[in-house]
């Protein structure tokens, strides 16, 4: 990421002046969008990168991309959709709900699309915060991140694979020009995206290798079309939708006791795994190459009924010996073997602890979010700020994250704080918040205490939940209620605040940076 903000000889207009700016257009960055045009706070716009609403959802359009979650529960609770027409949604269903809200709530209009932010720089002499994105230069009072933690595709450190010929892409950034219809295709990783795209293109090449470091837990998919009763019922019947929408959260929250708790109630979930095995799959030696060598839940527990079957054809085949070259048309395996491909999928899942985002994020004292991840881990106070991050609030952030349930249930949650937040800023004229340092120590203490016990500290994997500090930064580590309870109201006693009338008057011309921002003005 580069920055220069010294040289003011291109700019051609000042900066748009704004009071918050939120950062990206998903589930999260949406909902604050719809929250703050609801409570009347209209001075906002959303910076989307991408040309559409959506976020990962937008973006994932992978041959099989679905939820692994019932799509009554993951939905707005204040956007119900009477109209899923399954109970697990695919990805265009997704992304229509997620347009059709984006219509209905009218906030299309605060959206500045194609806005890929390059950088985001508190300023010290101004109090606001300095956004540089490819559609122009902003400021604002506060800055919501909604960036999600599974928006950077993390392409593996695999040598030879910038020189492969053929053709190559991310899971995540599916290339629909290309037909895969006959070719011998290798796809690395065995992740949630891999064990769906895999039987959605296993009968239509001519090869698959499917390359395994990993084997993952897979329990059955009880997906289904919603009949034309149920689906009269949702649209009709009052209470019906949220009776289910109830009834699903409470099913998926009493995993929460083995995972976070006690993970050996979990091994009855690895019978119903290994039945699945069995089931699928009638070659031996690779039932036994399938099966995993960590506690179920140690990784996030994938759902399939068709991956197994897909595994067991004969134009399939899973290498579980390590990649230690790729060829320009072939990819060689440590046992020497070399599978010659036409095309290679690469379904290795997200920088989520590692963001490149965050390196263009610029705190108190320029350093950026980044830095301070590294030193001190990815922590921060309730997911939604971090100390050093001044009028900054994070939406998806640190120890959010979920592997049970729905993320629209704890974005929700996030989202009630930071519009607190906001109210509550506005209601005490604070001009400058920023979470106790001491404040975000403790909580963190607190919640990787809390995660001691887990199944993902303790369940014998290595996982992309961990930091590099071996801590579980990415995870909520016990019932979503309670995290519900703890965002209900913001905390002003947590947080060092200044009053507006208190802050020291912009010095002009102290700095570069400042030049800028006080000629803006
Ligand atoms: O990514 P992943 P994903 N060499 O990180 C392997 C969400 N999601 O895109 O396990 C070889 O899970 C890696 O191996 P290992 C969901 O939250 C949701 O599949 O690290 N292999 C693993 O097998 C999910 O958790 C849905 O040993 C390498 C795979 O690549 C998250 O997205 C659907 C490697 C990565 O798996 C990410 O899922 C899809 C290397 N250098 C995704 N590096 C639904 O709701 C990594 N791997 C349905």
């Not at 207009?13 to 939120?22: F, G, S, W, Y």
């Not at 559609?135 to 040598?159: F, H, M, Q, R, S």
């Not at 053929?166 to 070719?183: I, R």
């Amino acid at each position: 990421m580069s920055l220069s903000v010294t040289d003011t000889s291109e700019r051609v207009t000042a900066p748009r002046q704004v009071d918050t700016v939120i950062i990206g257009s998903g589930f999260a960055g949406l909902g604050a969008a719809i929250k703050l045009t609801q409570k009347g706070k209209n001075n906002f716009l959303v910076l989307e990168r991408g040309s559409d609403v959506g976020g990962t959802w937008r973006d994932n359009t992978y041959p099989g991309a679905a939820c692994d979650v019932p799509s009554h529960l993951y939905s707005y609770s204040f956007a119900l959709n009477p109209d899923w027409t399954r109970s697990f949604s695919t990805q265009p269903e997704i992304q229509k709900y997620i347009s059709s809200v984006a219509r209905k709530y009218n906030v299309l209009s605060k959206h500045v699309f194609n806005s890929d932010v390059t950088s985001v720089t508190w300023d010290e002499n101004t109090h606001r915060w300095n956004i540089i994105a490819s559609t122009g230069e902003y400021t604002a009072k506060v800055v919501v991140t909604a960036v999600g933690a599974l928006c950077e595709p993390n392409l593996p450190p695999i040598k030879g694979i910038e020189g492969f010929e053929g053709d190559v892409f991310h899971s995540a950034q599916w290339n629909h020009d290309v037909s895969l219809a006959g070719k011998r295709v290798a796809i690395i990783g065995t992740g949630a995206s891999a064990i769906q795209i895999v039987p959605a293109i296993a009968d239509k090449v001519e090869r698959l290798d499917v390359y395994q470091r990993t084997a993952p837990w897979i329990l059955p998919r009880f997906d289904r079309e919603y009949t034309g009763i149920e689906k009269f019922a949702f649209k009709r019947i009052p209470g019906v939708q949220r009776l289910s929408r109830t009834a699903i959260y409470a099913a998926r929250e009493t995993q929460v006791v083995g995972l976070a708790k006690k993970p050996a109630l979990m091994r009855m979930f690895e019978v119903i795994a290994k039945k699945q095995i069995s089931k699928g799959i009638k070659d031996k030696s690779l039932r036994k190459k399938v099966t995993p060598n960590f506690r179920i839940g140690c990784k996030r527990m994938l759902i399939s009924n068709a991956y197994y079957p897909a595994l067991d054809r004969s134009n399939v085949d899973l290498v579980t010996d390590g990649i230690v070259e790729v060829k320009a048309n072939s990819i060689v395996s440590a046992d020497g073997t070399e599978r010659e491909i036409d095309a290679l999928i690469v379904a290795t899942g997200f920088h989520v602890t590692d963001s490149p985002a965050y390196q263009g994020i610029y705190g108190t004292g320029g350093k950026t979010l980044a830095q301070t991840f590294e030193e001190e881990g990815q922590q921060g106070y309730k997911g939604a700020a971090v100390a050093g991050f001044p009028n900054m609030f994070f939406l998806v952030g640190p120890n959010t994250g979920l592997g049970h349930t729905s993320m629209v249930f704890m974005i929700e949650s996030q989202l009630n704080y930071v519009i607190d937040a906001l109210d509550t800023i506005e209601k005490h004229g604070i001009g400058q918040i920023e979470v106790r340092k001491d404040v975000q120590d403790d909580y963190n203490a607190d919640l990787q205490d809390r995660m001691a016990n887990s199944v993902w500290m303790n369940g014998g994997c290595a996982s992309w939940y961990l930091d590099k500090h071996g801590n579980n930064t990415t995870l909520w580590p016990d019932f979503t209620f309670r995290f519900r309870a703890i965002t209900r109201k913001f905390d002003l006693a947590a947080y060092r605040s200044v009053a507006a009338s208190d802050l020291p008057t912009p010095a002009v011309g102290a700095t570069a940076d400042n030049d800028i921002e006080v000629a803006a003005q």
